[in-house]
């Protein structure tokens, strides 16, 4: 039995179309499923707990979406061994199916999970926020800093963009990243790693920690992550110099390959804790957590059944 989560209002509207055009597929080739659209911020989240709380049978709950709607599902499941995710990305920035070599079309997409599923265990992270330690799961990575200011400027665009329209969310997502780039104030603070390594900072734009290689639309921040070796890459983007950090997003930007860049040190852990000097913005696979200081991050391994 298939479940389908769906966001009809992703990439600006064309959610709604694409699922018309998944929904033909299922059934003209009578596969049973049962389907929930969304209409707010957290009912993929919901609907994620309602079909897993007490699943005594297999159950593949498939999210069409973007990483957002992903996140959400992820957030709310309970994982087992009876449930298996499936993803058809369908968003603006579609990080997760970018690094795991997903199809951009949907209905190939359809197809691999419906006649071909390869499964695979995947790692996810787990946020923790805030004096009462609330926690939020993700997927692809989490942040502070400017990367999460440009997650917040993008989502709360409003207008459908051209770009969006399009399919170039990457580009969004790095014509937001200029523009924060002016005027973002570098801070002090400092990251522990694993408990013990401490490593202090002055010039801090943002921090992030991956599970997955991509985030921001397909910048690749940090190549070596896998998604299932039970590791987070932390990676710090920290400099004094402003054209040295916007020459290093240029060079990801174009996809040029470096073993190392200026301006960005990539760790590799289980857990860390990340401190800055004064609150900055903080997502989770682009969801808008808040404003904080202080946050820690772990990797829970190869939890997630999913098909890949």
Request: aromatic fraction near 8%; charged fraction near 30%.
């Amino acid at each position: 039995m298939y479940f389908f989560i769906v966001n009809p209002h992703c990439q600006s509207g064309r959610g709604k179309r694409i699922w018309g055009i998944l929904e033909h597929v299922l059934k003209r080739e009578n596969i049973e499923y049962e389907s929930y659209l969304t209409e707010r911020p957290g009912d993929a989240r919901k609907f994620a707990r309602k079909l897993t709380r007490c699943c005594q049978e297999p159950r593949v709950i498939v999210t069409v979406g973007g990483d957002g709607t992903m996140n959400e599902v992820l957030d709310g499941l309970l994982p087992g061994p009876m449930i298996t995710l499936g993803y058809i990305p369908a968003g603006s920035g579609n990080d997760l199916g970018r690094s795991l070599g997903f199809s951009r079309r949907q209905v190939r997409c359809l197809r691999r999970i419906l006649f071909s599923p390869t499964i695979r265990l995947l790692d996810y992270g787990v946020l923790t926020i805030g004096d009462k330690g609330e926690h939020r799961r993700f997927m692809v990575s989490s942040g502070i800093g400017m990367d999460a200011e440009v997650c917040c400027m993008v989502r709360e665009n409003s207008d459908p963009s051209l770009l969006k329209k399009m399919g170039l969310g990457r580009l969004e997502y790095a014509v937001a990243g200029l523009m924060l780039l002016r005027k973002t104030r570098p801070v002090k603070g400092y990251v522990i790693l694993d408990r013990v390594k401490k490593i202090e900072f002055n010039h801090i734009f943002f921090i992030s920690a991956h599970i997955h290689p991509f985030e921001g639309g397909g910048f690749c921040l940090a190549p070596d992550a896998s998604g299932s070796d039970g590791k987070l890459r932390v990676c710090v983007v920290s400099n004094e110099r402003r054209r040295r950090i916007l020459r290093m997003l240029i060079s990801i930007f174009l996809k040029r390959r470096k073993k190392r860049r200026k301006g960005i040190r990539v760790y590799e852990c289980r857990e860390a804790l990340f401190h800055l000097d004064r609150p900055a913005a903080v997502h989770a696979d682009g969801e808008d957590c808040g404003e904080w200081n202080e946050f820690q991050v772990e990797c829970i391994p190869r939890q997630i059944r999913m098909i890949v």
